[in-house]
């Protein structure tokens, strides 16, 4: 059977290029250390690494919301805390305004006391983070959640209207969300407050009795164990929080584990066939160098 030389050409060509693309593959994948560079080396191994992919990548964005959550909880529960303090000041002259014994000079001296605690904790309860948005409204973070009405006792301060105890969520999770803010709302502060303004007041005068300091050392305790319940509750978010992170990261290190297993080369089955393409491609090399010198006249 005659072959024409143009076949033959073509033939040997298409030989060497099959070769040398072989041999450029596994020489990238040996350089890469990936087994998978195309989708049609391995298509049931590529949709697992995408969908591995898009698993890491959610992840990363859940751990970026825990991120700023817990940043944002923790701002919260230092404030509160100092709102305890001082709540925890105000009780310690409430205690001591109780005791009969004491005279008019001296409970006005813890007038002076108790109105710059109240003053404090107006602040505190009106508290901004660095965008401007009060911590303590609900969802309605651009209205402060106390306001001074600057009436007299015990009118002075107000809970704003439009104070809720909705909850800002965050997606730390799939399908798990967390409150990123604490309402004081539902705590009534504004109504503490004013009776907090209106005993200094009565201290400041002289109008006080015992059961003005015992009564409001009751509303005190009450407010005590509000703040409190809110910083546990801020507790609680943390902990959910931490095993979230603690969850999250063990499965990421799986999926890191099969990325690996499943995109990984294998050296010694790559180098089997670097050897393989190597030799096919000086054997095609050879055998094109030694046939174009042939020609009829060796035949005879």
């Given amino acids: 059977m005659r072959i024409a030389s143009n076949q033959y050409h073509a033939t040997m060509n298409s030989a060497l290029q099959a070769a040398n693309s072989g041999l450029s593959r ?27 992919s898009r698993e890491e990548a959610a992840l990363d964005q859940y751990r970026s919301n825990a991120g700023a959550l817990k940043t944002r909880l923790q701002a ?8 305890k303090n001082d709540l925890m000041m105000a009780r310690d002259l409430l205690v001591w305004a109780a005791d009969g014994a004491n005279t008019p000079a001296d409970v006005a001296a813890m007038a002076t006391s108790l109105e710059a605690l109240r003053d404090s904790l107006f602040f505190v309860a009106n508290t ?12 309605a973070t651009d209205v ?34 967390l409150a990123a803010n604490i309402s004081l709302g539902s ?9 907090l303004d209106t005993a200094a007041s009565a201290f400041k005068t002289g109008s006080y009795t015992g059961t003005t300091a015992r009564d409001q050392l009751v509303e005190t305790d009450l407010m005590l164990d509000g703040i409190s319940g809110q910083i546990s509750v801020l507790g609680g978010r943390q902990n959910v929080l931490q095993t979230m992170a603690d969850n999250q990261a063990a499965i990421s290190l799986a999926n890191k584990q099969a990325y690996i297993d499943l995109a990984q080369l294998d050296y010694g089955e790559a180098s089997v066939r670097l050897n393989s393409h190597t030799l096919a491609v000086q054997a095609t090399q050879k ?7 042939l020609s009829l006249f060796n035949a005879f």
């Fill in 26 to 52: 596994v020489m990238q994948q040996m350089a890469s250390g990936n087994r998978v560079m195309l989708p049609s080396d391995d298509t049931i191994a590529t949709v697992r690494l995408a969908r591995l």
């Fill in 76 to 83: 919260n529960e230092v404030t509160l805390d100092s709102m």
């Fill in 144 to 177: 402060a959640t106390v306001t001074d009405t600057g009436a007299a006792p015990p009118a002075r301060y107000a809970q704003n209207a439009a104070v809720n105890g909705l909850t800002q969520d965050v997606a730390v999770g799939d399908g798990v969300t």
């Fill in 128 to 139: 901004r983070n660095a965008e401007g948005k009060y911590l303590f409204s609900g969802t």
């Fill in 187 to 195: 705590l009534s502060f504004a109504d503490f407050l004013n009776k």
């Fill in 287 to 293: 055998a094109y160098a030694k046939v174009s010198q």
